[in-house]
T-cell receptor, first 113, second 115 residues
Framework: AQSVTQPDIHITVSEGASLELRCNYS??????LFWYVQSPGQGLQLLLKYFSGDTLVQGIKGFEAEFKRSQSSFNLRKPSVHWSDAAEYFC???????????FGAGTILRVKS | EAGVTQSPTHLIKTRGQQATLRCSPI?????VYWYQQALGLGLQFLLW???????NRGNFPPRFSGRQFPNYSSELNVNALELEDSALYLC??????????????FGEGSRLTVL
């Protein structure tokens, strides 16, 4: 069965600083990996996804993530955080057809000015 | 293009009552997914409907049920409400079995409070 671990419940970074959110997954086959963002009172929005190919994927809002099979990780990064990035971020793993995505517990990002 | 719409936005019920939540997918999407986001428990998969059929079900008791209509909209019903059913219920949609591979488009959710 798939599982996702996001080790950090809360992260606080200064505006303009770099960001890395950690995600580790467990899945027997090649995973389909996703990062979603949820702003307060909103639904989830897809930031980026990895299916195959280049292990460094680019997403919206200046985010990128790197798939490392040897570490079972799919960490999310952004070189310079903006105050509007404050939100909750969810990593998810899916099967070939993507149904029944399994989500991590989420990481709440706070941005201080 | 209209996104996934959910109603009602907020719903307050008492223990033992029934709640019905509704979801309209993005036009052209045939699959609808329901997730429960309870405080401290993250997002838990509830149900997946595609082309009117239930395709997969999460680890929830039978009092959580739903259906998908011919226009692909969906209802989630929760019977015999319990306090721990209080949560944000998120609906998502995509184009179905092939090709969409997990790219879910979420609505803003229905907040159910059970008193």
């Amino acid at each position: 069965a798939q599982s996702v671990t996001q080790p950090d419940i809360h992260i606080t970074v200064s505006e303009g600083a770099s960001l890395e959110l950690r995600c580790n997954y467990s899945y027997g086959a090649t995973p389909y990996l996703f990062w979603y963002v949820q702003s307060p009172g909103q639904g989830l929005q897809l930031l980026l996804k990895y299916f195959s190919g280049d292990t460094l994927v680019q997403g919206i809002k200046g985010f990128e993530a790197e798939f490392k099979r040897s570490q079972s990780s799919f960490n999310l990064r952004k070189p310079s955080v903006h105050w509007s990035d404050a939100a909750e971020y969810f990593c998810a793993v899916g099967t070939e057809y993507g149904n029944k995505l399994v989500f991590g517990a989420g990481t709440i990002l706070r941005v201080k000015s | 293009e209209a996104g996934v719409t959910q109603s009602p936005t907020h719903l307050i019920k008492t223990r033992g009552q029934q709640a019905t939540l509704r979801c309209s997918p993005i036009s052209g999407h045939t699959s609808v997914y329901w997730y429960q986001q309870a405080l401290g428990l993250g997002l838990q998969f509830l149900l997946w409907y595609d082309e009117g059929e239930e395709r997969n079900r999460g680890n929830f008791p039978p009092r959580f049920s739903g259906r998908q209509f011919p226009n692909y909209s969906s209802e989630l019903n929760v019977n015999a409400l319990e306090l721990e059913d209080s949560a944000l219920y998120l609906c998502a949609s995509n184009t179905g079995l092939a090709g969409s591979a997990g790219e879910l488009f979420f609505g803003e959710g229905s907040r159910l409070t059970v008193l």
